[in-house]
């Protein structure tokens, strides 16, 4: 059973970064697209943004220009490097294997194999 683990995660203060990093145990989602999603308690999991098998990306209006994310298929490994955080970033970051296409819209399509999580604290 292909697994993704999540690291990277931490305290940060306001302004600094973190990478975090999703290593599956094997190669088979290279050519899917993977997603960065995040939590807080209480509300649902909201899509931070996604790489498509072709390497583009797309982001949520409240990370762009701050979080970039890249991958290294040679790794398995997908990355999610954020920048100049903010409190309101605190969460537990998940990552998500999709499908190997996206919708028509450019939309991602959200799969079945998630990471266990990591938690980002942003302190102000």
């Known amino acids: 059973q292909v697994q993704l683990v999540e690291s990277g995660g931490g305290l940060v203060q306001a302004g600094g970064s973190l990478r975090l990093s999703c290593a599956a145990s094997?190669?088979?989602?290279?050519?899917?697209?993977m997603g960065w999603y995040r939590q807080t308690p209480g509300n649902q999991r909201e899509l931070v943004g996604y790489?498509?098998?072709?390497?583009?990306?797309n982001y949520a209006d409240s990370v762009r220009g701050r979080f970039t994310i890249s991958r290294d298929k040679a790794k398995n490994t997908v990355y999610l490097q954020m920048n100049s955080l903010k409190p309101e970033d605190t969460a537990v970051y998940y990552c998500?294997?999709?499908?190997?296409?996206?919708?028509?819209?450019?939309?991602?399509?959200?799969?079945?194999?998630w990471g266990q999580g990591t938690q980002v604290t942003v302190s102000s």
């Open positions: 998500n294997a999709g499908g190997f296409s996206l919708h028509s819209d450019g939309t991602y399509i959200r799969g079945t194999y």
């Open positions: 094997k190669s088979t989602f290279n050519d899917n697209a």
């Open positions: 790489i498509s098998g072709s390497g583009g990306t």
